[in-house]
């Protein structure tokens, strides 16, 4: 079994900053890809930012050089500092993961987060 869990949303000012967190666990056998998803009321969900399976960053335009994506040196462990953050970058922020796990047999799947509200106020 393996859970997503986010935390760090909340409400905060234009032009303010928050750090959201977000942990992996369970039976995990090995992680490929780990970021960043928003959505936004009425909106699809996409892509905010996340690490590729070799390691790399993507990044949303209209985010960068205002976020940040980082490991945590716990393993399966990824934080978004968010900074100058906009009305427009108010949304429901999720984490998602692509993990095997070989519990019965090997399996490789997007595992999501509940997500974590992030307001921010003009």
């Known amino acids: 079994q393996v859970q997503v869990v986010e935390s760090g949303g909340g409400l905060v000012q234009s032009g303010g900053s928050l750090r959201l967190s977000c942990a992996a666990s369970?039976?995990?056998?090995?992680?490929?890809?780990m970021g960043w998803y928003r959505q936004a009321p009425g909106k699809q969900r996409e892509l905010v930012a996340r690490f590729t399976a070799n390691g790399d960053t993507n990044y949303a335009d209209s985010v960068k050089g205002r976020f940040t994506i980082s490991r945590g040196n716990a393993k399966n462990t990824v934080y978004l500092q968010m900074s100058d953050l906009k009305p427009e970058d108010t949304a429901v922020y999720y984490c998602?993961?692509?993990?095997?796990?070989?519990?019965?047999?090997?399996?490789?799947?997007?595992?999501w987060g509940q997500g974590t509200q992030v307001t921010v106020s003009s």
């Open positions: 369970g039976s995990i056998f090995s992680t490929s890809g």
């Open positions: 998602n993961a692509v993990i095997t796990t070989t519990t019965t047999m090997i399996t490789t799947r997007n595992y």
